[in-house]
């Protein structure tokens, strides 16, 4: 039996995400990314599409290393301006019943306690439909306006990760006994002291010698999310991961880092499909193949290939603007996004990318594929990309919001239901038990069940 093709919409509470320049279509919306009738909009339409959910984006900082400032991403707005995307899930939480919410954090700026309570309580106000993408920053800007001279050293900051893991799941795992509140009107005792537990946490970067401020949530830990690409990140995502998010131009590029992905969960004991991984793709779907190629046409018309390079400088460390455009790309060890510049050098041997050639293709989609034509053709790609690569779905974004997630809701999910590699309702439960069918909580043998507390 053919595995099923997942889907994740893919954004950001900003007007321009993954491809600049494209805020200025006329029929783009994402503009009024600051009105809570739009995330309301978007989301009863990606609950009409059955998706997993909504995975959102964040950065902490300005894109400012292209021409070594950050003109180029304010005029482009290049993810700027940016809102806060943990505050959207209620409003869209209000109005579905189904579907998920991934939201990016990025924990090397905040100190873990405070942020314990905060997904807790979205955890409780989505009935557990909240997801964490746990990420440890790229950008110096973020480091600078918080405190730091720059940002930590790429391992650092993943060393660092470890322990903000332990903190958070002594919290949501082992502070609250399941039965810890009464609610005993008579008795007058709302919880049993005995019953909720300070974690006496002390270690090297974080002292908590308290208990958590919240009762256990339906989840108790959020579902664990995460896209670090680089052996690094493979190796945390190994350990801690529930869905993890790659990105790539080519089935070459993706197939390689999938095989890691898995590889990594076999060699800390767990097996190799306890992970859910999800591809970057952009889908332009038409009604016929001449009317996607025309909607593509047009879309390659609003790119903005220098905001396109500042968000490229962003992500990789390198200042692109020194560089000759038609000059091969080539993988400078640094401490930014380390998997943003191997998709384009040595994450695959039979390619090699100009300068221009990148920010040519990531002026559309960001780092992964742009699959254009007609619901069939589409279907047929996505067949193949999936059973080429090993993974299991992809996150979806888009050039003009709503059109092409819309397009994908009513013109593709139909098309793959008919060919038995789409769901065709949701399951009850949780947004884990939605997505692994083994209830609510954590595995047991995941690490965040198993820590201890003095």
Same mark, same amino acid.
Request: hydrophobic share 40%; glycine share 10%; net charge negative.
């Given at each position: 039996?053919?595995?099923?093709?997942?889907?994740?919409?893919?954004?950001?509470?900003?007007?321009?995400? =993954?491809?600049?320049?494209?805020?200025?279509?006329?029929?783009?919306?994402?503009?009024?990314?600051?009105?809570?009738?739009?995330?309301?909009?978007?989301?009863?339409?990606?609950?009409?599409?059955?998706?997993?959910?909504?995975?959102?984006?964040?950065? #902490?900082?300005?894109?400012?290393?292209?021409?070594?400032?950050?003109?180029?991403?304010?005029?482009?707005? !290049?993810?700027?301006?940016?809102?806060?995307? /943990?505050?959207?899930?209620? %409003?869209?939480?209000?109005? $579905?019943?189904? /579907?998920?919410?991934?939201? $990016?954090?990025?924990?090397?700026?905040?100190?873990?306690?405070?942020?314990?309570?905060?997904?807790?309580?979205?955890?409780?106000?989505?009935?557990?439909?909240?997801?964490?993408?746990?990420?440890?920053?790229?950008?110096?800007?973020?480091?600078?306006?918080?405190? =730091?001279?720059?940002?930590?050293?790429?391992?650092?900051?993943?060393?660092?990760?470890?322990?903000?893991?332990?903190?958070?799941?002594?919290?949501?795992?082992?502070?609250?006994?399941?039965?810890?509140?009464?609610?005993?009107?008579?008795?007058?005792?709302?919880?049993?002291?005995?019953?909720?537990?300070?974690?006496?946490?002390?270690?090297?970067?974080?002292?908590?010698?308290?208990?958590?401020?919240?009762?256990?949530?339906?989840?108790?830990?959020?579902?664990?999310? =995460?896209?670090?690409?680089?052996?690094?990140?493979?190796?945390?995502?190994?350990?801690?991961?529930?869905?993890?998010?790659?990105?790539?131009?080519?089935?070459?590029?993706?197939?390689?880092?999938?095989?890691?992905?898995?590889?990594?969960?076999?060699?800390?004991?767990?097996?190799?499909?306890? !992970?859910?991984?999800?591809?970057?793709? /952009?889908?332009?779907?038409?009604?016929?193949?001449?009317?996607?190629?025309?909607?593509?046409?047009?879309?390659?018309?609003? !790119?903005?290939?220098?905001?396109?390079?500042?968000?490229?400088?962003?992500?990789?460390?390198?200042?692109?603007?020194? #560089?000759?455009?038609? %000059?091969?790309?080539?993988?400078?060890?640094?401490?930014?996004?380390?998997?943003?510049?191997?998709?384009?050098?040595?994450?695959?041997?039979?390619?090699?990318?100009?300068?221009?050639?990148?920010?040519?293709?990531?002026?559309?989609?960001?780092?992964?594929?742009?699959?254009?034509?007609?619901?069939?053709?589409?279907?047929?790609?996505?067949?193949?990309?999936?059973?080429? $690569?090993?993974?299991?779905?992809?996150?979806?974004?888009?050039?003009?919001?709503?059109?092409?997630?819309? =397009?994908?809701?009513?013109?593709?999910?139909?098309?793959?239901?008919?060919?038995?590699?789409?769901? $065709?309702?949701?399951?009850?439960?949780?947004?884990?038990?939605?997505?692994?069918?083994?209830?609510?909580?954590?595995?047991?043998?995941?690490?965040?069940?198993?820590?201890?507390?003095?």
């Amino acid at each position: 039996m053919p595995r099923p093709i997942r889907f994740n919409a893919f954004s950001m509470n900003a007007a321009s995400h =993954q491809s600049p320049g494209l805020w200025r279509h006329p029929r783009n919306t994402s503009v009024q990314f600051n009105r809570l009738d739009y995330w309301a909009d978007l989301a009863r339409l990606l609950e009409r599409g059955l998706f997993d959910a909504l995975f959102i984006a964040d950065v #902490l900082g300005i894109y400012d290393v292209y021409q070594g400032g950050p003109d180029a991403a304010l005029r482009g707005g !290049v993810q700027v301006p940016v809102n806060d995307p /943990l505050l959207l899930v209620p %409003a869209m939480a209000g109005v $579905t019943e189904h /579907l998920g919410f991934g939201v $990016t954090f990025s924990l090397t700026y905040e100190h873990p306690y405070p942020f314990a309570r905060r997904m807790s309580t979205l955890d409780h106000l989505s009935n557990g439909r909240v997801g964490w993408n746990i990420v440890t920053g790229y950008l110096d800007s973020a480091a600078r306006n918080l405190g =730091q001279v720059r940002q930590l050293g790429h391992d650092q900051r993943y060393d660092l990760a470890e322990e903000y893991l332990q903190v958070l799941y002594k919290l949501w795992e082992r502070s609250w006994d399941d039965d810890a509140v009464l609610l005993e009107r008579d008795s007058g005792r709302y919880i049993e002291p005995s019953r909720v537990h300070p974690i006496n946490h002390h270690g090297e970067h974080f002292q908590v010698p308290g208990m958590h401020l919240c009762q256990p949530s339906p989840q108790r830990t959020p579902v664990l999310f =995460q896209a670090g690409a680089s052996a690094r990140g493979q190796q945390f995502a190994a350990r801690h991961a529930e869905c993890v998010f790659i990105s790539g131009p080519t089935p070459t590029v993706l197939r390689r880092y999938a095989d890691g992905i898995r590889q990594a969960c076999e060699a800390v004991g767990r097996g190799r499909d306890e !992970v859910l991984i999800y591809a970057q793709a /952009l889908l332009i779907v038409g009604a016929t193949r001449s009317e996607a190629e025309a909607r593509f046409a047009e879309y390659r018309r609003y !790119v903005d290939l220098d905001a396109a390079l500042a968000l490229l400088s962003g992500w990789t460390g390198i200042d692109f603007a020194g #560089l000759d455009p038609d %000059a091969p790309i080539e993988y400078i060890e640094n401490d930014a996004g380390r998997a943003a510049l191997a998709a384009f050098t040595a994450a695959d041997p039979n390619r090699r990318w100009s300068v221009r050639e990148a920010a040519e293709f990531i002026g559309l989609g960001g780092r992964g594929p742009v699959l254009v034509g007609s619901a069939s053709d589409v279907a047929d790609q996505l067949e193949h990309w999936l059973d080429a $690569t090993g993974i299991d779905g992809f996150n979806l974004t888009y050039a003009v919001q709503p059109d092409d997630l819309a =397009q994908v809701v009513e013109l593709l999910v139909p098309e793959l239901q008919h060919r038995g590699r789409y769901p $065709t309702a949701y399951a009850d439960g949780s947004l884990r038990h939605k997505l692994f069918g083994k209830g609510d909580k954590l595995p047991q043998a995941h690490v965040g069940r198993n820590v201890h507390i003095q």
